[in-house]
């Protein structure tokens, strides 16, 4: 089976600008997690989402937004982009809920530069 | 408020040996664990995982162990190799929150020298 495949892989934008990502997570996973990583922060968990709903959440401001279509492929997006918002961006798929989808797949990551 | 806790930056060992990453929390809340590899500009490698009602659990090379009283997990790799060498985070789940929210540690960077 492919991997967890994100676009683009790296991204520079301006402060104020937003921004998209794109996920397509491994074929038959339903549910898809962004984390984000930064060196100060570590890697910190943003949303998932299982069957085009938001189950989780993180801590973060409502400028980060995401959504899944029926084909799982996820999104996100962030509004009004600050220099903090640098960072990788990294999706991750798991087949199903509870126990079985703790084990979460990983893509490359979105190297997102806010300039 | 860091959840999970991963105290040694940076671990090295000598090929052959065992590499002992160890992992520190404090939720109550948690109660499944995982270890995941990550080579640098790839996205992390789940390697092996353990529930709550388990103290232990091996998969080939790999090791995990948990001390609920302690709030502490380590991860064994005997024996270690090169290909071993990567940055180790341990990730932490709470049932309420569903397991698919992962809580992350700061990593450990493992190098296996010959």
């Known amino acids: 089976k492919a991997g967890v495949t994100q676009t683009p892989r790296y991204l520079i934008k301006t402060r104020g600008q937003q921004v998209t990502l794109s996920c397509s997570p491994i074929s038959g996973h339903r549910s898809v997690s962004w984390y984000q990583q930064t060196p100060g922060q570590g890697l910190q968990f943003l949303f998932e989402?299982?069957?085009?709903?938001?189950?989780n959440k993180g801590n973060f401001p409502g400028r980060f937004s995401g959504r899944q279509f029926s084909n799982s492929r996820s999104e996100m997006n962030v509004s009004t982009l600050e220099l903090g918002d640098s960072a990788l961006y990294l999706c991750?798929?798991?087949?199903?809920?509870?126990?079985?989808?703790?084990?979460?797949?990983f893509g490359p990551g979105t190297r997102l530069t806010v300039l | 408020d860091q959840q999970v806790k991963q105290n040694s930056p940076s671990l090295s060992v000598q090929e052959g040996r065992i590499s002992i990453l160890n992992c520190d929390y404090t939720n109550s809340m948690f109660d499944y664990f995982l270890w995941y590899k990550k080579y640098p500009a790839e996205g992390p490698t789940f390697l092996i995982s353990i529930s709550s009602i388990k103290d232990k659990n091996e998969d080939g090379r790999f090791t995990v162990f948990l001390n609920k009283s302690a709030k502490h997990l380590s991860l064994h790799i005997v024996p270690s190799q090169p290909g071993d060498s990567a940055v180790y985070f341990c990730a932490a789940s709470p049932f309420s929150g569903g397991y698919n929210k992962l809580i992350f540690g700061a990593g450990t960077r493992l190098a296996v020298h010959p």
């Open positions: 989402y299982f069957s085009e709903t938001q189950r």
């Open positions: 991750a798929s798991s087949p199903a809920s509870g126990l079985a989808g703790a084990a979460q797949y």
